[in-house]
Nanobody
Framework: VQLQASGGGLVQAGGSLRLSCAAS????????VGWYRQAPGELRELVAT???????EYKDFVKGRFTISRDNAENTVYLQMNSLKPEDTAVYFC???????????????WGQGTLVTVSS
């Protein structure tokens, strides 16, 4: 399955954006999906995940502000980002993956991602 992230843009601190991760392939509903981000000069980091059953997990730095969801009929995973901060500025990627214990491992192609810029 191929995933493509979109929906990034420029927003002021405190604002909101909704990112979309569109998938091709009829088996999308069987995959867990993670949203990641990579700020300039930093390593890529996991932000949130959603399993095929809709169970979600969030990193502490986005808990209460970001919401991950999926619409299997539309082959899309969303990341609703509220109360954005300048430190949320990054290129955001989505990818398929799996959990092993408490760790989520991505295994698909990363694609180009979508840039989110939060101004102060």
């Amino acid at each position: 399955v191929q995933l493509q992230a979109s929906g990034g843009g420029l927003v002021q601190a405190g604002g909101s954006l909704r990112l979309s991760c569109a998938a091709s392939g009829s088996t999308f509903g069987t995959y867990a999906v993670g949203w990641y981000r990579q700020a300039p000069g930093e390593l890529r980091e996991l932000v949130a995940t959603v399993t095929s059953d809709g169970v979600t997990e969030y990193k502490d730095f986005v808990k209460g502000r970001f919401t991950i969801s999926r619409d299997n009929a539309e082959n899309t995973v969303y990341l609703q980002m509220n109360s954005l901060k300048p430190e949320d500025t990054a290129v955001y990627f989505c990818n398929t993956g799996y959990y092993k214990g408490i760790y989520f491992y991505a295994y698909g192609d990363w694609g180009q991602g979508t840039l989110v810029t939060v101004s102060s």
